[in-house]
């Protein structure tokens, strides 16, 4: 298994955009993804434009798989 732990901040002008992307990032990484175990994004309740996602992977196929999956393209 490959575990990521990402942080990220958005620009607070695109947040609203950026909420929508990485839902469907994150919901078809889970669906479409047979070798994504575990995707979860969460927002600092404090600092909302910081992100913290964390990612489990079956191995670096499935993770190499994500980043070649379409839904993940067009979140990039």
């Keep these: 298994m490959i575990a990521l732990i ?35 994004v969460t927002q600092d309740a404090a600092q909302p434009t910081h992100f913290i996602f964390y990612e489990v992977y079956g191995d670096e196929a499935a993770l190499e798989a994500h980043r070649a999956a379409p839904h993940f393209a067009a979140w990039r």
Excluded: K, M, V
Excluded at 11 to 34: G, K, V, W, Y
């Design 6 to 40: 990402l942080t990220l901040d958005a620009h607070a002008e695109q947040l609203d955009a950026f909420l929508a992307a990485i839902e469907e990032n994150a919901q078809r990484s889970f669906t479409d993804e047979p070798g994504c175990r575990y995707f979860d």
